[in-house]
């Protein structure tokens, strides 16, 4: 079939780049950024990212074998193996990773940009990364739950069977449209606290010229996570709780189950890469590290005045040869004060 076959390659295409572009961030996440909030969160979403990839890139492999079976989402509950559970809990889990993280990032950066003493006070390095292993824990949770329930929207969508609802479709509604909206309620309420920020310190110019530059890295990081919102949207409507209780016939929901049900892996694939890319483009440290690995000139020759350690007159300046990468991350630090120090925290 033409729209398999298409689906096939597009899929091809999402594994393969999805791979090199986990371990360009990973590479440069080691190697070339500094610590900060971004950083850990880079690192949190693209280690699960690259096993996915992985995986995605052998699905392909046996998909062309007409191998993969055992290897992909099931759509219905007969001859259930081990192995189904074992790869739809590893699927999900890739799925639900992204959105508690999500939710940390969004909430994390409202705290610390209108609640600056209260971040200060809490917001450590540890309690940050208790937060994102609080979010890697509640994805095992949903998935564990969502893996044993029932497959409410693929039996009525390709059966016309509805199955009871039971504790567990409440559990996979709330992973699902739960998320969703506190995420977007998160990124509503960051806006405004933006908005009023700048219209609160409209008339200094030196808190607004700080105001300005830090709402520009905050804007670059909601511009980041909004498409990503775009490839949930089925997903997170189309749940079994909804299934059993809104009528099939409803305007865009059968729409939206459609896509849920015969191209859930191609959604998947597409908001995990777009994930892993745009950190390469939204986050300044990363878009800094990418083009220094595409420029010749990778030191920079210094010459450092060693005139000041001694009377000595005529001592020709020392040429200091420092990696050009280095001299960008440290023209970015500035003193520990005010907006400065979330500034430092956020992005390094």
Known sequence: MVVYTVSNVLLTILAVSHVIVNLLVIFLSIRRVRWSILRTYVLNLTIPSLAYSIYSVIVCVLRYMQMENQFVMRNDVHDVTFVDYAMDFFVLM???????????????????????????????????????????????????????????????????????????????????????????SCYVVCFHAIMAFQKRHASTTTINYRGNHL?????????????????????????????????WNLPIYREMCYLKVNYAEIFLAGRLFVASFTILIAFVDYRNAVLLLF???????????????????GIRPLPVRIPLFKLINNSHKSKKNGFSEFYGRLTG
């Open 215 to 247: 709402k520009s890295q905050v804007l670059a990081i909601l511009f980041y996570i909004t498409p990503l919102n775009v490839f949930i949207i089925p997903s997170s409507f189309c749940t079994d709780l909804f299934t059993a209780f809104l009528p």
């Open 295 to 313: 420029r010749r000139k990778h030191f920079v020759n210094i010459a450092m005045n060693t005139s000041a350690m001694g009377p000595a007159v």
């Open 94 to 184: 890739c799925a639900y990773d992204y959105r508690f993280l999500a939710v940390n990032l969004v909430i994390i950066i409202y705290i610390n940009f209108s609640l600056p003493v209260f971040a200060k006070k809490y917001l450590r390095t540890r309690n940050i990364l208790l937060l994102f292993i609080l979010g890697h824990f509640l994805a095992v949770t949903f998935s564990v739950i969502t893996v044993y329930s029932e497959k409410q929207v693929e039996n009525y969508y390709n059966n016309g069977k509805t199955v009871p609802v039971d504790w567990s479709d409440y559990f996979e509604a709330f992973g699902e449209i739960g998320t969703f909206v506190i995420f977007i």
